[in-house]
């Protein structure tokens, strides 16, 4: 049961708790040290760590680039750090190697969910898109997830017209970069293929994915997917309960709450400044939700 006082409270205090009381400025002249060891030309004067909090700020409060400049000058008198300009910003953005945030001892197995969704280029409404035929297409968000606390353990971006199943072994190999061990992969109809069933198994995880209702129950070169086909075209339902595939929707739960933290649209032009600026949402994404989940960076 929520202890809603203590939710709520938690809540009031969020922005402080992530952007104030921020973990992440403490080696900041360590880091910069390191940043310009043998480096040409003109060292670094901002370190990436307060690069992409400021970032970070952005992406939660949904500031532009000159009003994030003003906002993060503000705080950098909390954080004790000099602020870079607008421009300096932006252009670090762009080449900033994003992570993702989330820390994991490895010991123990995590069950995770796997899927995909669109990010638009821009927030300017359906009607304008319709009526001056405005398009700048949109990407997708490939992403697999830890069902337990909904943190992001691994993310691929791709152009619209990428199909699911062929980014499923990159993510999955990247999740268990993050997390360690992998109990159960989750996925919907899109992943049901004899080489994702294969691969699942490969790192000794189950597949809990649905299969297509035309389906067959043939090996045909893979005996697990078989398996699961026969048992699924058996009893849908008593297949679903018995591997609990309702808790695939807690994917669904991410991509709700990264849209309504962080928007659902980006503002970049080049491909690099794309990725990095979605890489941002996520970082800023993931770094909330392990503050609401009691935890840090």
Sequence with gaps: MINWPEYNKKLVNEAVDVFVS???????????????????????????ALILIILAVREYF????????????????????RIPSYTQ??????????????????????????DSTGIKAFNRGEWIRQKWAVRRGWVKLHITCDISNHLITSVQVTDEHEADGK?????????????????????????????????TAGIRAEPVIKPKMNSTG???????????????????????????????????????SLKRMVGEYFTSVLNSGINNEIMSKVFTYNMVEANRNGGRL
């Design 22 to 48: 921020t973990d992440l400025l403490v080696d900041q002249e360590k880091q910069l040290k390191q940043m310009n060891k043998d480096k040409r030309g003109r060292p670094y004067r901002y370190s990436d």
């Design 62 to 81: 949904g500031l532009p680039y000159r009003q994030t400049e003003g906002f993060a000058r503000m705080l950098g008198g909390i954080w004790g750090a």
């Design 89 to 114: 910003i932006c252009r670090r953005q762009k080449e900033l190697n994003v992570p993702l945030g989330v820390k994991y001892d490895k010991d123990k197995p995590v069950d995770i969910a796997i």
């Design 167 to 199: 980014k499923f072994s990159k993510l999955v190999d990247g999740a268990k970069d993050t997390v360690g061990k992998i109990s159960r992969v989750f996925g919907d109809s899109a992943y049901d293929s004899r080489a994702i069933f294969n691969y």
């Design 218 to 256: 043939k090996s045909r070169g893979s005996y697990v997917r078989a398996q699961t086909v026969r048992e699924f075209l058996s009893d849908p339902q008593a297949w679903k309960k018995k591997h609990r595939y309702g808790q695939r929707w807690q994917v669904e739960t991410v991509f709700s």
